[in-house]
Each structure stands twice: as structure tokens, then as C-alpha cells.
């Protein structure tokens, strides 16, 4: 039986398959961490629902204060690359103080706000150099493919991570489950290092003003609607996110193992969503593609809040939940990856980049507070169901824009205001 071959992306382009591995095995560690915290502030140091939620928001608030400015200044350097290796290299430092602290019985809950924060600020100095690294590597008509492999890494992380990092917690405990994460973005820093591809120049005479992300964004309807449909969306799912641990193992009962198993198959959705992707864009076009994705990626969230009864039962619903909403939420993220690559200018890459992160993840600290304090108020349950629910208004941005005849990629847009003749 031969064995199946590698996307031609990876067979024929080196510098992407290195920048390919690093982004994989650093995904794989993320997962570790996205369990690992929270279990650790619940289990190891008794934090209630709302500390949860704001560690939580600890982690995205640096989209709010840095994104705008991280993306000007990194569009002033000619090597993006080498921000996303210091920012990989910072996050291990800051991941393996935690096991440390530990160790010695020092670990306390500022410590790890300290680090949520710090990490967060790392990782939006990663999230505005990406673009400009990934175009690179990759052709205009691989944007696609390229978008569909670095997002099904995630996805199979997402996948076999969550039981990976579900084991590694109850088998050596929260905090020195981190480790792994830490050696995770070592190994993304070598394999980015890998990766030296001639990035796109420095447009030293064009305007580089600090407000032109921003600019472009209001100027451009695609970009417009797709920012106000993923800040609405995400400004739910953080909410969502930010309580879902503690919901499952608090009201539903679920252990940290079996909570880990369950997102694991869960998140098979996402490695199919991968898939999905370029099949539905041919078919459907890549506008309604991206329109049936934000109904796709809440919906299945509502059997969340409404499993209850035995924890044999309710895993079931919460995996069969994530499940389908993986599907929609990994085309959403493939069809918007390859639309934004295609659709932005290489001279406002990163502030672009930086300016849809100011809203967009700047949005998710909200989301995640706001979920906390539903909570406090009101319950978990009515809480889930509320961030459940408000999620599926993200797609009604999208119906009146230009989203829905979109039938391929586009290309650049005008980035200057349009002037009149005469």
C-alpha cells in the first residue's frame, strides 16, 4: 500500500514547510496551556468562576493596548521573522516560571496573571508579523492550500492536544504540564529560524502612519463586515471560552481526563473543516462559504448549556457540540486567512493586521469579563446559554455586504481614498 503524499506546498517549498512544523508543534502546546491554566487556578488554587474569566481576559487584554502599535512598528522592519522568533523564546521564559514557582510552593494567583499578560503581549507581537511572514512563502494562488494546512495543524492540535494535554495534567499535575508548551515554542523559534524567505520590502517613501490599519479597514466593505461578524462572534465565544472549563467540571461534573477526551473529539470537526474549505469555495464561491461558516461555528454550541443528567451524557453533547462547531469555525478561519492575504496591500500588512487584532481579540477580554460577571450575577448555565445564543448574530453583518457574491479571491484593495476628477 503506498503511502499518501505530501500537499505539494510542503513537497516543493522548504522555507513553508519549516515555518509549517514550527506553527504545528507550537499549536500542539498551545492546547496544553488553554487546559492547563484554568484547571490550575480552579483546582490547584481554589479561584472562583469570575478569577477564571478575568485570567482569562489577563491573557487577551494586550490586543487592546499593543496591536495597533506593535503592527506600525513591525511594518517599519524588514524582518517580521525574527519578532515572531523573540516573541516564541519570551512565552517559553515566561511558561516555565510557573512549574518553577511550584516547585518550591511559591505559585500564587498574580504570578499567573503576571504571565497570562506578559504571554498575551508576546503573542500579539507573533499574531501582526504573521501575514507578512506567511505571503513570503506562499503564492498568491496557494494562499488557499497554505491557510488550509497551518489552520489543519491547528485543528488536528486542537484534536489529539486536548487528550494529550488532559493526560499530562493528571498525570503530573497542571503547572508542570506547562513544560511541554514551553518546549513547544522553543521548537517554533528553530523551525522559524528555518525558514529565512525574502519578505516583502519596507515602503520607505509610503505613508506609515499609525491609524492607517484602521483606515483601510472602514475603506474596504469585505474587510468591514468580516471585522464587525468575527468581533461580534468572538465577543460571545470568549464568554463561552473563558467558562467552559469551569461549567463542565463544576455543573456538569466532568473530570480534567474526560473534559480533555471530549474536546479531542471534538475537535476531529476541525481537521474536516479544513477540508471542507476549498471543496465549498469551489462549489459555493467563498463568499457564502464564509457566510454558512458563521452560522456553522456557534449553532452546535447551544447543546452546551442544555446537556445535563448523567456526566456520560453530557460529554457526549459537548462533544458532538465542538464537533460541528469546529467545522465552521476551521472554515471561517481558512476562507478569512486566504481572503485577507489576498485582499491586503503588502505595505499595511501588519498594521491591518494589527488594527483587526485591536478589535477583533480586543473584543474577546470583553466578552470574557462580561461572561464573568453574567455569571456572578445570574448562573453558569444562563450564562452559557446567553453566549451561546448571541454568537449566531455575527453572520446578519455579513448578508448586506459584498460577502455573499464573492465567488473567488480578490484582489488588493486600494488602499488610498479615491479623489475627484477635475
Known amino acids: 500500500m503506498r503511502r499518501p503524499k505530501a500537499p505539494p506546498l510542503l513537497r516543493h517549498n522548504r522555507c513553508f514547510r519549516n515555518f509549517w512544523i514550527g506553527q504545528t508543534i507550537s499549536q500542539f502546546g498551545d492546547q496544553v496551556s488553554l487546559l492547563a491554566i484554568p484547571l490550575l487556578a480552579v483546582l490547584e488554587l481554589d479561584a472562583s468562576a469570575t478569577q477564571v474569566a478575568l485570567l482569562s481576559a489577563a491573557t487577551m487584554v494586550p490586543n487592546l493596548f499593543f496591536s495597533v502599535h506593535f503592527g506600525a512598528w513591525a511594518d517599519r522592519l524588514p524582518n517580521r521573522r525574527r519578532l515572531m522568533i523573540a516573541a516564541d523564546l519570551g ?3 515566561l511558561l516555565v516560571s510557573l512549574p518553577v514557582a511550584a516547585a518550591f510552593g511559591l505559585l500564587t494567583l498574580p504570578q499567573l496573571f503576571v504571565v497570562a499578560l506578559l504571554s498575551g503581549t508576546l503573542g500579539v507581537l507573533a499574531d501582526v508579523a504573521y501575514y507578512t511572514v506567511f505571503v513570503s512563502m506562499v503564492d ?7 491557510s488550509a494546512l497551518v489552520n489543519g495543524s491547528r485543528a488536528v492540535a486542537f484534536s489529539g492536544g486536548s487528550g494529550i494535554a488532559g493526560l499530562l495534567v493528571q498525570l503530573f499535575t497542571a503547572p508542570f504540564a506547562l513544560l511541554a508548551d514551553a518546549a513547544s515554542f522553543l521548537a517554533s523559534a528553530l523551525f522559524l ?3 529565512p524567505a525574502v519578505e516583502a520590502p519596507v515602503d520607505e517613501a509610503g505613508d506609515r502612519g499609525i491609524a492607517d490599519g484602521i483606515r483601510f479597514i472602514l475603506r474596504t466593505p469585505l474587510m468591514r463586515a468580516s471585522l464587525a461578524a468575527t468581533a461580534t462572534f468572538n465577543f460571545f465565544n470568549a464568554a463561552f471560552w473563558a467558562l467552559l472549563v469551569v461549567f463542565a467540571v463544576r455543573t456538569l461534573g466532568v473530570g480534567a481526563g474526560a473534559l480533555g477526551l471530549a474536546l479531542a473529539v471534538g475537535g476531529l470537526g476541525s481537521v474536516l473543516g479544513t477540508v471542507l474549505t476549498g471543496r465549498f469555495s469551489r462549489r459555493l464561491g467563498l463568499g457564502h462559504t464564509l457566510v454558512f461558516s458563521f452560522v456553522l461555528a456557534p449553532a452546535p454550541l447551544l447543546l452546551v448549556p442544555a446537556a445535563s443528567g448523567a456526566p456520560t451524557l453530557a460529554l ?12 465552521g469555525i476551521m472554515i471561517l478561519d481558512v476562507g478569512l486567512g486566504a481572503l485577507f492575504a489576498a485582499l491586503v496591500p503588502d505595505r499595511l500588512r501588519a498594521r491591518v493586521t494589527g488594527a483587526y487584532i485591536f478589535v477583533n481579540y480586543g473584543i474577546r477580554p470583553l ?3 462580561g461572561g464573568g460577571l453574567l455569571a456572578a450575577a445570574t448562573d453558569l ?17 455579513l448578508l448586506p455586504s459584498p460577502m455573499p457574491s464573492l465567488r473567488s479571491l480578490p484582489e488588493p484593495a486600494d488602499p488610498r481614498p479615491r479623489t475627484r476628477a477635475g
Open 367 to 369: 466578552g470574557a469579563l
Open 316 to 327: 457526549v453533547m459537548l462533544g458532538a457540540a465542538e464537533f460541528l462547531s469546529g467545522i
Open 140 to 146: 498568491r494562488d496557494e494562499y488557499i492550500e497554505g
Open 381 to 397: 448555565r444562563t450564562t452559557m446559554w446567553v453566549a451561546a445564543i448571541g454568537g449566531l448574530a455575527g453572520v446578519l453583518w
Open 91 to 93: 512565552r517559553a521564559a
Open 193 to 195: 529560524r528555518r525558514a
